[in-house]
């Protein structure tokens, strides 16, 4: 439920969020329990009470499950004239359409107002870079909310969804293969009979640091150069890289991921 505000974000006067299974209630409860005076948690039998009150409804079951939610009796029905924000992977604004409206030709005098969106997991500690597009007619005013919604957990970009599969994966997937690469780091240091709590933060606090030279205004590949000295260690590090096939690697599997991210909406 949202009320104005006089700043640019919109007054979140409460959040009613649903999950699948009892269990999951109780932990969502646990982790909010200071914030419970704003917070309703309710399982998925409640689903279309938690919308039927809301203005704003995140849809955020994995993709898979889709078709079982919107099957739900009036779940559809209930959904239509709301803002929804959609962050499940790979479905597009069109499919987001497709579900709401079951088929039937969409209003053009109140099109469906849909943002699709990738946050990524260090929203946990608002530190996530969130891709977002709006469906073609959803208002300026809901584009506004969506970006404060998600610059409250990071930094939020609005791009064009045709470029939104390849740019998703790049912010919600790469990170795994970044972790991949620190967990091969810390496997040299173990058999060269160092632990791996004794040297993960340095690794990862140094990986960071060096990260954050790049948009400071150093291109990737001259801070590679720079640091690779000659006849030093770098460099033979990264000629065995190289023999590897790492750096291709890199794009064939984030490609990979593109293609999937692209099939989704229609599985
Ligand atoms: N993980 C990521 O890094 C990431 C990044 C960007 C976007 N996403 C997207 O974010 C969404 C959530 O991903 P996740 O990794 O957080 O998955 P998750 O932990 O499985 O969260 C999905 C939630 O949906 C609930 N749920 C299942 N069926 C439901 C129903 N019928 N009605 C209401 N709630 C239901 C689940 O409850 P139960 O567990 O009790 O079944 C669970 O709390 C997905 O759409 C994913 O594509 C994820």
Redesign the pocket.
């Given at each position: 439920m949202l009320e104005p505000r006089s700043d640019n974000g919109p007054h979140v006067k409460h959040l009613t969020a649903?999950?699948?299974?009892e269990?999951?209630k109780q932990r969502v409860e646990e982790t909010f329990d200071a914030s419970l005076h704003r917070i309703t948690v309710l399982t998925?039998q409640e689903?279309v009470r938690a919308i039927q009150d809301a203005n704003i409804v995140f849809l955020?079951?994995?993709?898979i499950?889709r078709a079982?939610?919107f099957a739900e009796p009036g779940f559809k029905e209930t959904l239509r004239g709301k803002f929804i924000v959609s962050?499940?992977?790979g479905i597009t604004t069109k499919e987001v359409e497709r579900l709401v409206l079951g088929g039937e030709p969409s209003d053009s005098e109140t099109p469906i107002q849909a943002v699709r969106a990738?946050?990524?997991?260090a929203a946990r500690i608002r530190e996530a870079v969130t891709l977002w597009t709006g469906s073609i007619g959803t208002t300026k005013r809901n584009l506004k909310i969506a970006s404060w919604i998600f610059s409250q957990v990071g930094e939020a970009y609005e791009i064009p969804e045709g470029s939104f599969d390849i740019c998703a994966v790049l912010v919600?997937c790469a990170g795994s293969l970044l972790l991949l690469a620190i967990d091969g780091l810390l496997d040299a240091a173990v058999a060269e009979g160092v632990r791996r709590p004794e040297v993960q933060n340095l690794v990862v606090n140094s990986a960071i640091g060096m990260m954050k030279l790049v948009p400071a205004g150093d291109h990737p590949g001259v801070l590679r150069e720079k640091i690779a000295s000659p006849g030093g260690c770098s460099i033979r590090a990264l000629l065995e890289l190289e023999k590897l096939g790492v750096r291709s690697a890199f794009t064939t599997a984030i490609l990979a991921a593109a293609e999937k991210s692209k099939s989704m909406s229609s599985s």
């Open positions: 649903t999950v699948g299974t269990s999951s998925k689903n955020a079951m994995k993709p499950k079982e939610v962050i499940m992977a990738m946050p990524n997991m919600g």
